[in-house]
């Protein structure tokens, strides 16, 4: 089994997800810059794994900070964890891993600054291990809402490799699978950055689960031809209404759903919850270079000089939303309420 992330001998290692189907390359990292290039690159990428990334490198930029005393290294520090958050925008569990790292921080006042090294070093650790945990958690909530033989479509990769492991998305499939149902899923390819293609048909089929890759065109036409029960996809940031940012094409698909009838699941962690965005217009939306669009692999795929937009995600409005499955129970409509109870006071179901 492959691993997306691990913290191993004073390094960060992390499977190359841009070579991927073709190639399985580990990179190994010993430079907290290298690990912020590694999230803006693409390296690691997914909302909760983009918190491991970040937290991990926050560790390990700690690691070599030459401080004599704490307010010496708390300075360098601070500089590591603004770095760190201006890798990408949008998914907030980035920001989330960097305020849970400066929290340790500063709620450990005490400590001397190879201490805080060590602590810092075990809290990103921790993050790592429990994300594994909350994706698991989340399985078992979202996997009651499977019927055994059900169609899902999913939309880029909510999967092992979006996370410390098992996944959002593709956990709810994994826990359904694991308690005997016989699941079929449709990948979407989603483009530009084909994470579908490349990277959900990959995970899927090592785990020998059915799947059927589809272009992203080809969604409506499943619906309308009865093949698709239920849609699952993942979220890189929810506002307190609900609104869900996630990989571009989650809008058109969740638009498809709501004409055909068909249940539109984010399933995400607690940490993807953004109570301080009301609505999802407020939420920050990457633009990416434009070569991700034109070029396929360096083969120009438009003409030279033409035009272009590459927003990275876009928002699906509540309304369109059906349930949003979380480590702590489903939320349902009126979202905001129960979003934030959750946040706040723990679980619901
Ligand atoms: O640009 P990416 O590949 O980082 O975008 C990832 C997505 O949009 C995923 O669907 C989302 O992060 C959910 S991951 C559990």
Redesign the pocket.
Known sequence: MFKTIEWKNNSVVMIDQRLLPSQEVYRIYTDFLDVAEAIRK?VV????A?GVAAAMGIALGASDINAKDRRGFVKEFKKICKIMAATRPT?VNLFWAIERMKRVAKENPKLGVDELKQVLIQEAKKIHKEDIEINKQMGRYGSSLIKNKAAILTH???GAL??AGY??ALGVIRAAVEQGKKIKVFADETRP?L?GSRLTAWELMKDGIDTTLITDNMAGYMMKKGLIDVVI????RIASNGDTA??IGSYSVAVLAKEHKIPFYVAAPISTIDLNIKHGDKIPIEERDTKEVTHIKDIAIAPAGIKVRNP??DVTPNRLITAIITERGIARKSFEKSLKRMVKAGNIS
């Open positions: 693409m990428r997914g909302a909760p983009i998914a880029c990769n909510a979006a996370t996944g959002t950055f994470q996809v993942g979220a890189d996630n990989k990275a995600f």
